[in-house]
């Protein structure tokens, strides 16, 4: 089945500095790449996503790249504020009648130090 | 505003009960995932139905967990009989073929005490 890693599990960065996770996927037939934010108590949001027929997308303050060769996307937030400390998580899908589908990695808990 | 709905949001009860979660996905999704999230285990997914077919369960304790859609606008999971090790946040989250946003519930946080 599909197996998602994610790094680092804790990253603390000063407000306006970037911040950047990483994650990898085990399984070559995910084709969707999505990454959601949870604040403390409530339910995961997605903030971005990318597909495998493109390498970057961009939106605002967030970015995601995406390396197929390598089986690995990262998550880019540039110009940091304290309302961007969460948890961030990614995930790998396959969609249609795959199992193991929508898989999330472990998760990055972001703080922004003001 | 389409939304997932689950209820309860909050539960306690005693080891050894019945527990069951329920879930509405938006109206017109044909996906529905199960996760159970723990401060040490992140989002982990226990169960994934697509028009209503489990897909995927493996993730699942087969022994005590079961997973059923009776119908399009109704997802149960339920968990007989509870243990303390169970106690967690148990999130649905529904969306189109698997493979486009998934929209989550608000969860429901289960304490087996």
């Known amino acids: 089945g599909e197996n998602v890693e994610q790094h680092p599990s804790t990253l603390s960065v000063q407000e306006g500095d970037s911040a950047v996770i990483k994650c990898t996927y085990s399984?070559?037939?995910?084709?969707?790449f999505p990454w959601y934010k949870q604040e403390l108590g409530k339910r995961p949001q997605l903030i971005i996503d990318i597909r495998s027929n493109v390498g970057e997308k961009k939106d605002q303050r967030i970015a995601v790249t995406l390396n197929k060769t390598a089986k690995h996307f990262s998550l880019h937030i540039t110009e940091t504020q304290p309302e961007d400390s969460a948890v961030y998580f990614c995930a790998a899908s396959k969609g249609r009648n795959y199992g193991q589908n929508f898989v999330f990695g472990p998760g990055t808990r972001l703080s922004v130090l003001p | 505003d389409a939304r997932v709905t689950q209820t309860p949001r909050h539960k306690v009860t005693e080891m050894g009960q019945e527990v069951t979660m329920r879930c509405q996905p938006i109206?017109?999704?044909?996906?529905v995932f199960w996760y159970r999230q723990t401060m040490m285990q992140g989002l982990e997914l226990l169960a994934y139905f697509r028009n209503r077919a489990p897909l995927d369960d493996s993730g699942m304790p087969k022994d005590r967990f079961s997973a059923e859609m009776p119908d399009a606008t109704l997802a149960t999971l339920k968990i007989q009989p509870s243990e303390p090790r169970d106690s967690a946040v148990y999130f649905c989250a529904s969306g189109l073929d698997g493979n486009t946003e998934a929209f989550f519930g608000q969860g429901t946080r289960l304490t087996v005490v």
């Open positions: 109206l017109g999704h044909n996906t």
């Open positions: 399984d070559s037939a995910s084709n969707y």
